[in-house]
């Protein structure tokens, strides 16, 4: 045991890796579980279309945030003057009259999305939607701060904090109201109490109004493609949500985003770890720089792609199962959704662990066109299988568009010296292994999911 804890002990790389990994996980496993608790909650006590409102609501607030996201976190982790308070103002500056922006943004485009998708009631729920993008521009920089020193234990407590009360919060909301404003008004409650909790809680100065050129320069410089590679990330992420959004009811729609929040969390929690364990540990131990720098790299590499893949390959074969038992049976179709969903999702848990090693190198110019790749491949591919399949060949082509977008991701992990063809090919087999068993568990659901 005392060889064991002495691991996470101390200021070293493996130390540091091993205790960011383990409060990311147990964070990010424990918010899963309460999102659970409180879904299984909810669905109880709202009807489906609600859920596909709100899924409709979520994603075109995520595409404000995305679409003009100008690197500032990034730009905070990977920056020299990462720790400078003048440096740290003018990015909160930015951050501030972003915020404000995106709720204009959100106000004037609520009557053509609602004309859009033939929801009237959008046009009220945008709105009100918006003022948590207003909110969150003020979160303090200290939360950067917190990320770029791998001080992952303090923030995974205030997220669990927060998340915890915010669920009771909506519950009782929608005990009263039964009405998808229960979320709308929990979601502004939530970023509230995020921001005092950040304010409260983080260690550091607090953030003025400042404009500094120099700083400004830098931040903008780096963050003119990050910019554009976040549109591209939208649409890569949250293509499926808008196409498929358009092509199925509220109700369908309600079911497919349950499926989705189901099939998800493996690759939702690598996402996150590879954000903020990663690219501290890219940017310090570049793989460029020595063989023992990559030999470093691979091992944590290694454990988080066989965590994901393990967690992904499971989900997917115990997905009609997993249905079944959590939810009524207004929400069966979600049960082969998530089947699909998870075996689609292996070709990118391959190369997951690439992704941020351009960005710790500040070259986010090769991260852009990583993104415009996956941009076109998803939409091409999803559009593709939409007209062919339906959600069936949505979902398909989906996978498809990860595999065809290996070979960007080989070159932008080659330029920072970070490729591991060993690695990829292992993990190749075993995905594809646990896409067989999965879609032969499940084949009959498969099958009359195929048949709609």
């Known amino acids: 045991m005392q060889a064991i804890m002495s691991r996470f002990r101390g200021t070293s790389l493996n130390a540091r890796f091993m205790r960011s990994s383990m409060f990311t996980l147990g964070g990010y496993a424990s918010g899963q579980f309460l999102r659970l608790a409180s879904n299984l909650i909810l669905t109880r006590l709202l009807f489906p279309e609600v859920f596909g409102m709100m899924a409709l609501v979520s994603v075109l607030m995520q595409g404000l945030a995305m679409f003009s996201d100008v690197g500032v976190g990034a730009s905070i982790m990977q920056?020299?003057?990462?720790?400078?308070?003048?440096?740290?103002?003018?990015?909160?500056?930015?951050?501030?009259?972003?915020?404000?922006?995106?709720?204009?943004?959100?106000?004037?485009?609520?009557?053509?999305?609602?004309n859009l998708y033939g929801e009237p009631l959008l046009a009220w729920i945008l709105p009100c939607a918006g003022v948590t993008l207003f909110i969150?521009?003020?979160?303090?920089?200290?939360?950067?701060?917190?990320?770029?020193?791998?001080?992952?234990?303090?923030?995974?407590?205030?997220?669990?904090?927060?998340?915890?009360?915010?669920?009771?919060?909506?519950?009782?909301?929608?005990?009263q109201l039964h009405s998808v404003w229960a979320l709308v008004i929990s979601g502004i409650i939530s970023s509230f109490l995020v921001l005092i909790a950040?304010?409260?809680?983080?260690?550091?100065?607090?953030?003025?109004?400042?404009?500094?050129?120099?700083?400004?320069?830098?931040?903008?410089?780096?963050?003119?493609?990050?910019?554009?590679?976040?549109?591209?990330?939208?649409?890569?992420?949250?293509?499926?949500?808008?196409?498929?959004?358009?092509?199925?009811?509220?109700?369908?729609?309600?079911?497919?985003?349950?499926?989705?929040?189901?099939?998800?969390?493996?690759?939702?929690?690598?996402?996150?770890?590879?954000?903020?364990?990663?690219?501290?540990?890219?940017?310090?131990?570049?793989?460029?720089?020595?063989?023992?720098?990559?030999?470093?790299?691979?091992?944590?590499?290694?454990?988080?792609?066989?965590?994901m893949m393990a967690l992904t390959g499971g989900v997917s074969i115990a997905g009609v199962l997993l249905i079944d038992l959590l939810y009524d049976p207004r929400y069966l179709m979600a049960g082969p959704v998530v089947v699909l969903i998870a075996a689609m999702q292996m070709p990118q848990l391959l190369v997951l662990t690439y992704e941020h090693a351009a960005l710790a190198t500040g070259d986010s110019r090769r991260f852009f066109v990583l993104s415009i790749a996956r941009a076109v491949l998803t939409l091409g591919c999803l559009y593709i299988g939409l007209q062919l399949g339906g959600l069936f060949g949505a979902l398909v082509g989906q996978g498809l568009a990860g595999l065809a977008a290996y070979p960007f991701v080989v070159w932008l992990a080659q330029n920072a010296?970070?490729?591991?063809?060993?690695?990829?090919?292992?993990?190749?087999?075993?995905?594809?292994?646990?896409?067989?068993?999965?879609?032969?568990?499940?084949?009959?659901?498969?099958?009359?999911?195929?048949?709609?």
């Open 79 to 114: 920056s020299k003057r990462g720790d400078d308070q003048k440096f740290l103002d003018t990015a909160w500056t930015i951050q501030v009259i972003r915020g404000t922006l995106l709720w204009a943004v959100a106000c004037l485009m609520a009557i053509p999305v609602a």
């Open 136 to 175: 969150a521009g003020f979160n303090p920089t200290r939360l950067e701060t917190a990320n770029r020193h791998l001080m992952v234990g303090r923030m995974t407590g205030i997220e669990l904090g927060v998340q915890a009360i915010t669920i009771v919060i909506t519950v009782l909301l929608a005990w």
């Open 198 to 307: 950040y304010n409260i809680f983080l260690p550091g100065e607090r953030n003025r109004f400042n404009w500094e050129r120099e700083a400004a320069s830098e931040l903008i410089g780096f963050g003119k493609w990050i910019f554009l590679s976040t549109i591209c990330g939208f649409l890569y992420m949250q293509g499926d949500k808008l196409l498929i959004g358009k092509f199925l009811t509220l109700e369908q729609f309600g079911i497919y985003n349950i499926g989705f929040f189901i099939a998800s969390f493996p690759l939702l929690m690598g996402t996150m770890m590879t954000r903020k364990v990663l690219i501290p540990l890219y940017r310090e131990r570049p793989p460029s720089q020595s063989a023992e720098n990559f030999r470093s790299i691979r091992k944590m590499r290694v454990v988080l792609t066989s965590g």
């Open 417 to 452: 010296k970070a490729w591991d063809a060993k690695h990829d090919m292992a993990f190749a087999c075993i995905g594809a292994g646990l896409i067989a068993v999965a879609i032969s568990f499940n084949l009959d659901d498969v099958l009359a999911l195929a048949s709609m």
